[in-house]
């Protein structure tokens, strides 16, 4: 994660630890924007570090035990079991738990990082963020955790998108009050609703009646909770579907496009390109 010294694996943790590097070129991985260079996890780390300067980017996980954080110069902050935070090269930090801390972290790099500080995704400045404990976080890592291990390029490529989908969820945690765990169980349900009927169309009116909400508050609540307005929701849904259709199916870019309500397959492809960053035809070779 930073330029040191080989350490043991016993000066680190009491107990067995994970850690997977990149097992593949680079050259053969097809999302060149984004990519992990180690992911581990230290159960029961004990080691505390003073003064190391980061050499990457890194998510950090905190899962358990409790320690401390403080930027060179800085003041002294307090990480508990919940805590997330992202570290940027050139920082230099003094860090550690108090008696023991579970962590997993995720070290990577690439010119998607730029999109995302120009977004406020990310900032190259500390920011410890309180998420939580929940299997929602432990599953996600863990799953990056099983692609980075199988050695495979599409897998590799698969963990970066992994990635982006989490750092994009823990940049839209601000906590949530008990109103905004009744907007989110409303929004999930809203989902479903919206994703069972994206063939052909998405008549906002209807979903709104259904739930007994104005157009407005529909179209806030999915703004809140999904970070898009949305009719630009209802097409990152649909580019998901589309994605299904031309991996489990042999229809055509046309009648995948008129199936999800796009007359026009030419807009349909813009689309899909936008959002998904390769074209329809690209993506269905690759998978």
């Not at 307090?78 to 997993?104: A, C, H, N, Q, R």
């Not at 906590?175 to 008549?203: Q, R, V, Y």
Request: glycine share 6%; with cysteine.
């Amino acid at each position: 994660m930073y330029g040191m010294t080989k350490i043991m694996d016993y000066m680190i943790s009491p107990l067995p630890i994970r850690i997977v590097d990149l097992k593949v070129d680079s050259s053969k991985l097809k999302i060149s924007g984004l990519r992990i260079l180690q992911i581990g996890h230290l159960p029961g780390r004990t080691l505390r570090r003073e003064n190391v300067t980061f050499d990457n980017w890194a998510i950090v996980f905190i899962t358990g035990g409790e320690g401390t954080i403080e930027v060179r110069g800085g003041r002294l902050q307090k990480i508990e079991s919940g805590s997330m935070l992202f570290v940027y090269p050139g920082l230099t930090l003094s860090f550690g738990p108090l008696k023991y801390w579970d962590e997993y972290y995720i070290r990577f790099e690439g010119d998607r990082i730029k999109e995302w500080i120009k977004s406020n995704m990310i900032k190259q400045e500390l920011n410890v963020k309180n998420v939580g404990v929940s299997s929602n976080w432990i599953n996600k890592i863990e799953s990056i955790f099983f692609k980075m291990d199988s050695g495979l390029p599409e897998e590799a490529d698969r963990a970066a998108l992994l990635l982006e989908h989490l750092i994009y969820e823990c940049s839209q945690w601000n906590g949530e009050t008990a109103a905004k765990k009744t907007n989110s169980t409303l929004f999930l349900a809203i989902i479903e609703e919206l994703t069972s009927n994206l063939n052909p169309s998405i008549n906002a009116e209807e979903i709104a009646e259904r739930y007994h909400l104005s157009v407005s508050t529909l179209r806030r609540l999915i703004k809140q909770n999904s970070g898009y307005p949305l009719h630009e929701y209802c097409h990152r849904l649909k580019m998901e579907r589309a994605q299904k259709y031309l991996i489990t199916t042999d229809e055509s870019i046309k009648e995948i496009s008129l199936k999800l309500g796009y007359s026009d397959p030419y807009y349909f492809s813009r689309l899909f390109k936008r959002i998904s960053g390769i074209s329809p035809q690209q993506f269905r070779k690759q998978y």
